[in-house]
C-alpha cells in the first residue's frame, strides 16, 4: 500500500487566486511527479522531481510552479488560477532506481477554476 | 514520437475472461505498466512487463511483445469491483518517464 496523499481533495476557487496543493509521500522515494489529467483523457507530466532542490518541467506545458524542499514533499503552486485550470491534478512517487521504479499515485486534488 | 493505442471501452459478464489489448510506438522502451483506475480515484498499479512473454498474479496477467509493439492485460474471473478504467503506461528508454494511454474503460455486468 502506497503512502502518498494530497491535500486538499476537492478545491473550488475563483479566477486570479494563488493556490499550493498539497504533496507528501511517507516512503522515502527519491522521484516525485505531477500529472493533469482532464476526464476521459490520459496522464501528461507535467512537473517531475528526482530528489531535493531538483525539478524539471514535464511533457506538458503547464503555468503551475512546483519547489522540492524536502524529500517527503513536493508542492504545485498556480500564482493566478484561470478557468483552463481546471483539472485533476495527481501526484506520483518512486523509489530511485530498482527494476521496476513503479510509480505510485496519490488520491488527487479536483481544482474547478469559475 | 509517442503513440499509445487501446480500445476506448469493453465490457464483459461476471465470472467472464477479458482481454485489453495495448499497442505502442515510442523513440525508447524501458518497460509497460498497466495501472487500474476507478472513477474519480487515483490510479492503482497492477503489473509490469519488460521482457517479453507473461507476467501472472493472481486474477490479472500481463503479456508483452517488444517485437510487436504489444500488451495485453488479462483479467480472470472477473467480479463487479473490477469496472474502472485500465491505463496502459510506456516508460520511455533512458528516463522514467511514463507516456500513458487514454486507458480502456471496462463494464463488468451481472
Known amino acids: 500500500e502506497a503512502d502518498i496523499y494530497q491535500t486538499p481533495r476537492y478545491l473550488v476557487i475563483g479566477t486570479g487566486k494563488k493556490i499550493t496543493l498539497e504533496c507528501s509521500q511517507t516512503m522515502g522515494h527519491d522521484k516525485m511527479y505531477w500529472y493533469q489529467q482532464d476526464p476521459g483523457m490520459e496522464l501528461h507530466l507535467i512537473h517531475y522531481?528526482?530528489?531535493?532542490?531538483?525539478?524539471e518541467k514535464g511533457d506538458l506545458s503547464s503555468e503551475s510552479t512546483v519547489s522540492r524542499i524536502r524529500t517527503e514533499h513536493f508542492p504545485l503552486t498556480l500564482e493566478s488560477a484561470r478557468p483552463s485550470h481546471t483539472s485533476q491534478y495527481l501526484c506520483?512517487?518512486?523509489?530511485?532506481?530498482?527494476?521496476?521504479?513503479?510509480?505510485?499515485f496519490g488520491p488527487g486534488t479536483r481544482l474547478l477554476v469559475l | 514520437g509517442q503513440n499509445i493505442d487501446q480500445p476506448t471501452e469493453m465490457t464483459a459478464t461476471e465470472g467472464a475472461i477479458v482481454q485489453i489489448n495495448c499497442t505502442y510506438q515510442t523513440s525508447g522502451f524501458n518497460g509497460l505498466f498497466w495501472y487500474q483506475q476507478h472513477a474519480g480515484e487515483a490510479p492503482t498499479f497492477l503489473s509490469y512487463n519488460v521482457l517479453d512473454g507473461l507476467e501472472e498474479k493472481g486474477r490479472f496477467s500481463s503479456f508483452l511483445s517488444r517485437s510487436k509493439g504489444y500488451s495485453y492485460l488479462l483479467l480472470k474471473e472477473l467480479q463487479m469491483k473490477d469496472s474502472a478504467s485500465y491505463l496502459c503506461a510506456v516508460r520511455k528508454g533512458n528516463t522514467d518517464k511514463l507516456i500513458f494511454g487514454t486507458g480502456t474503460r471496462l463494464q463488468v455486468f451481472p
Open positions: 506520483a512517487s518512486s523509489a530511485l532506481g530498482g527494476r521496476e521504479e513503479t510509480q505510485y
Open positions: 522531481s528526482y530528489g531535493v532542490n531538483s525539478t
